[in-house]
């Protein structure tokens, strides 16, 4: 009997040894994988998934360590400037290549969702171009403003973020205060805003004249007042012009995934408003540039289309409340400006 029981007490012994050594051999492979795999990826031949790790990484405030640990600068932006091209969207067009306004839009606006799994999306869609308006922070330079704050107080029933600003931050949560925009506003016919060096340079924004045609591009303010806008604020790429995609290589097309915030309009003059979410493990994690120009074509059915401010400042709101879910973990990110519906 203690012969036996001996031999069990050893078979047990060697089957705890053996997965303990099946447990260490995990554990390593898990780590060494962990520690390998931004070298595969970055320094293999893997070019497509190199721009979309490296853009999503650089348009992350918080998470740019991910391209910068393993990357220099000047990788980084060879990276970033690579051509991804359109190829996937060829032969997607709108039918439409002109806006017409013929002043005969109703007050409805129309909410659609929709979603895969990558990405929940939201798009709003205002008939009467005139309604929508250039909001921007009453504490310009000191304090920004949330989308749904500036909706608020200019009585919107509809809003999402707006243009571009600098958000300088003394502390880790890369979370500064928003309150200094770059390149122009406009609001109501008056240049609320402008840092561009003269009035002949140009800067990438999206504008509505007097009748609500909305413009998308490279425009100086020269060039908006002959135009009689009375709308405007800086972003970019232009996604969609006369109906069809435009180029989005270089930086543009290698932005990464991530919450996305985009403005459009249709033939017929009608606004299209789209929030993409992303960063979340439910939502899940974005949509690239390219993704998001394919979404303003054939879900927005846009003539004109622009990107506008995404990641952390991707809102929508809607009669009363943010309909969206923002990715930024302190809530809504105190901004410069923003696009309501009045």
Do not use: W
């Not at 122009?184 to 340079?201: A, E, P, Q, Y």
């Amino acid at each position: 009997m203690s012969v036996n029981s001996n031999r069990l007490k050893k078979l047990k012994k060697r089957k705890k040894n053996k997965k303990g050594l099946i447990a260490v051999f995990i554990v390593f492979e898990l780590f060494f994988t962990l520690i390998t795999a931004p070298f595969v990826l970055l320094y293999g031949p893997f070019e497509n998934a190199k721009r979309i790790y490296v853009g999503s990484a650089m348009t992350s405030g918080r998470h740019q360590y991910l391209a910068t640990l393993f990357l220099s600068k000047e990788r980084i932006e060879k990276i970033l400037s690579s051509n991804e091209g359109n190829s996937n969207l060829d032969g997607v067009e709108n039918n439409a290549s002109t806006v017409v306004i013929n002043g005969k839009h109703d007050n409805s606006i129309e909410l659609f969702e929709f979603e895969n799994s990558k990405y929940k999306g939201r798009m709003l869609v205002i008939k009467d171009p005139q309604r929508v308006k250039i909001a921007y922070t009453d504490s310009m330079y000191k304090k920004g403003e949330t989308t749904s704050q500036m909706a608020m107080k200019n009585n919107a029933v509809a809003a999402i973020n707006g243009g571009a600003f600098v958000d300088s931050s003394s502390n880790s949560t890369y979370t500064g205060n928003g309150g200094t925009p770059t390149g122009i506003i406009i609001s109501n016919g008056v240049v609320k805003f402008n840092d561009l060096s003269s009035n002949n340079k140009k800067t990438d924004c999206v504008a509505f004249d007097n009748q609500g045609k909305m413009y998308a591009g490279s425009y100086s303010i020269n060039q908006l007042k002959e135009l009689n806008v009375r709308e405007a604020v800086t972003f970019a790429p232009t996604l969609v012009r006369e109906g069809k995609p435009t180029n989005l290589s270089g930086g543009y097309g290698a932005g990464g995934i991530a919450p996305r915030t985009a403005i459009g309009q249709r033939a017929d003059g009608s606004v299209v408003l789209m929030v993409i979410d992303g960063r979340d493990l439910v939502e899940g994690p974005g949509a690239t540039m390219t993704e998001l120009q394919t979404l303003m074509l054939t879900k927005g059915k846009c003539v004109t289309a622009l990107n506008l401010d995404g990641g952390k400042s991707a809102t929508m709101y809607l009669n009363g409340q943010v309909i969206n879910k923002v990715s930024n973990a302190l809530g809504e990110r105190y901004i410069a400006s923003s696009i309501i519906v009045k």
